[in-house]
């Protein structure tokens, strides 16, 4: 039995702790909604907030002209609502996503799922084809729940089973769907932490471009998991000026994507990024930083627009000229991120298998993060193959293989190739 694309929810809903972030309503730019679901998750439905631009996706699945995300419609702030240097931000909190509140949990009975994959490594071999079935296709509170029934009804504990029946690659796919969103990023930025050295793609994939909620979760559980405070374990690994621009990021302090982008405050944080590069001799990083760690997607766009416009170049190009090393790439990271996040999302899954040989751990992290938010995977994909003139499915075949490309596979909803 397959559980890849359920559909909505049962009848019954999803069982969650109440969360202290209530829903949000407001209007485009929508916010970034890492892993939720249409009519999953705890804000508006997708074509309310969601993830990409206003309309609908700009890859359409067949055909078509690919439209870049545009900041349009924006009017003035509510009455008594600013932000910036006009006032106080908005008070409304992002509320976490989809699988970032611990005790989430789907209200349905998964004890079919846990059986089945009791019997896949029960005795002597294992079936690998029914751990990708089952598991490639659940959404976050799916595979909260289906571990819960392994554990009532086999006593047994399912990342354990799984880490003892696979290996390589593939069992490293599987602990990542197991671990479900939360788990599994305080699992990555632990891991790219630890030891000599700092694995600075996974630190950027977890942290950069997160809504308030998901950080704020992701704090929590970190300490909770490994006794430290993810601050602590930041600062003690990052150069100074890098350090601090984490943060500002890990404060979360971000505004949220209901928060209105006002011109005259678009044009002031243009000025002042300006004045801190290139008006000036030297460079003043921590105002830049502060800037774009600070601001929403919507109003990077707007900044970014508006900064070529003041300065004869991209936003992007005087970052490339201003800065270097790993705080380079984060500010790139966001900003990408901000103007085009489906195709920022195809372009880190191209980096992880450009080249010679390829990165598979970040191809899986990738992969998996995607993957739990079915719009975000549908976008992406549309993205990849409007920017690299291939289906992503295809691109993932030429670089994986076995159990291992069969789940990367399941996880973007594309069977394998017959007879593989």
């Known amino acids: 039995m397959s559980y890849y694309n359920q559909g909505p929810p049962p009848p019954g809903g999803y069982q969650q702790n109440h969360s202290p972030y209530p829903p949000q309503q407001g209007h485009y730019p929508p916010p970034q909604q890492p892993y939720g679901q249409p009519g999953y998750n705890q804000g508006p439905p997708m074509g309310q907030q969601g993830y990409g631009p206003p309309g609908g996706s700009p890859y359409p ?39 970032y509140v ?23 071999g294992t079936d ?37 029946e696979t290996s390589g690659h593939f069992r490293e796919g599987l602990e990542a769907i197991i671990r479900g969103p939360l788990d599994q990023d305080c699992h990555a930025l632990h891991e790219s932490i630890k030891g000599l050295g700092t694995k600075e793609s996974a630190m950027n994939d977890v942290l950069l471009s997160r809504k308030n909620g998901d950080l704020e979760a992701i704090k929590q559980h970190y300490h909770h998991k490994y006794h430290r405070s993810l601050e602590s374990d930041v600062q003690g690994d990052l150069s100074m000026k890098t350090e601090r621009l984490f943060n500002l990021v890990i404060s979360a302090h971000r505004n949220p994507e209901s928060t209105p982008v006002i011109p005259q405050q678009t044009q002031a944080d243009v000025e002042e990024i300006y004045r801190a590069t290139e008006g000036r001799t030297g460079t003043d990083q921590m105002t830049v930083c502060s800037i774009i760690a600070q601001r929403s997607d919507g109003q990077l766009r707007a900044i970014s627009q508006a900064y070529r416009q003041r300065s004869g170049r991209s936003l992007e190009a005087c970052i490339k000229s201003e800065f270097s090393g790993h705080m380079e790439d984060a500010l790139l990271f966001m900003i990408r991120h901000a103007e085009d996040p489906a195709k920022h999302d195809a372009d880190l899954l191209e980096n992880a298998m450009a080249g010679l040989g390829t990165n598979d751990s970040a191809l899986v992290r990738r992969i998996v993060m995607i993957h739990w938010d079915k719009q975000r995977l549908h976008q992406c994909k549309a993205a990849y193959k409007h920017f690299y003139k291939r289906d992503l499915a295809d691109r993932i075949r030429g670089e994986t293989s076995g159990d291992y490309e069969k789940l990367m596979l399941a996880c973007i909803g594309a069977p394998p190739l017959m007879g593989r």
């Open 61 to 99: 699945p067949q055909g078509g002209q690919y439209q870049p995300p545009q900041n349009q419609g924006y009017g003035a702030p509510p009455p008594g609502q600013y932000y910036g240097g006009y006032g106080a931000p908005p008070s409304a909190p992002d509320p976490p996503s989809l699988g």
């Open 102 to 124: 611990p005790g989430q949990h789907a209200n349905m009975d998964m004890g079919h799922a846990a059986d089945e994959l009791r019997r896949a490594m029960k005795g002597f």
């Open 128 to 164: 690998e084809k029914t751990l990708v079935q089952v598991l490639g296709g659940m959404d976050a509170l799916q595979v909260a729940s289906v571990k819960i029934a392994f554990q009532q009804r086999h006593h047994r504990d399912l990342m354990k089973d799984v880490h003892g």
